[in-house]
C-alpha cells in the first residue's frame, strides 16, 4: 500500500518562500505522476503543479507560474514544491497525490489515485 507524506508547510509572509516535500512509500516513485493541489477554506481543491516520473514533463498552473517549481529525486522517493514570492491567496492546505500513469502528469483531481493528508501552508501579509 503506498503512502505518502507531504511536509514543509507553516508561516511565512508575504514575498517569502517554503518548499514542500511528498515522500512516498511502500513502492518508488517510479513510473507514477505525481502532482500538487490546494485547497482554501470554502474553495474548491485546485491543481498547482505536476511532473512525470522521469521528469521529462511538468506543468504549474497559471496562477503560480513563475513563483513555483515542481522537481522530483526518484533516488528519494521525493517529489518537491519550491514555493517563491509566496502570496496571501497562496493560503491553503497543500496536497500531493500519485498515480500509475508514466505520461504527462494529469491536472485533474480524478487523475491520481494516492493522496496524502496535506500540509498547511499560511501567508500572512
Known amino acids: 500500500q503506498v503512502q505518502l507524506v507531504e511536509s514543509g508547510g507553516g508561516l511565512v509572509q508575504a514575498g517569502g518562500s517554503l518548499r514542500l516535500s511528498c515522500a512516498a512509500s511502500?513502492?518508488?516513485?517510479?513510473?507514477?505522476?505525481t502532482g500538487w493541489f490546494r485547497q482554501a477554506p470554502g474553495k474548491e481543491r485546485e491543481f498547482v503543479a505536476g511532473?512525470?516520473?522521469?521528469?521529462?514533463?511538468?506543468y504549474v498552473a497559471d496562477s503560480v507560474k513563475g513563483r513555483f517549481t515542481i522537481s522530483s529525486d526518484n533516488g528519494a522517493n521525493t517529489v518537491y514544491l519550491q514555493m517563491n514570492s509566496l502570496k496571501s491567496e497562496d493560503t491553503a492546505l497543500y496536497y500531493c497525490?500519485?498515480?500509475?500513469?508514466?505520461?504527462?502528469?494529469?491536472?485533474?483531481?480524478?487523475?491520481?489515485?494516492?493522496w496524502g493528508q496535506g500540509t498547511q501552508v499560511t501567508v500572512s501579509s
Open positions: 497525490a500519485t498515480n500509475p500513469w508514466n505520461g504527462v502528469p494529469p491536472t485533474t483531481i480524478g487523475g491520481y489515485d494516492t
Open positions: 511502500g513502492r518508488t516513485f517510479s513510473l507514477y505522476a
Open positions: 511532473i512525470s516520473w522521469s521528469g521529462a514533463h511538468t
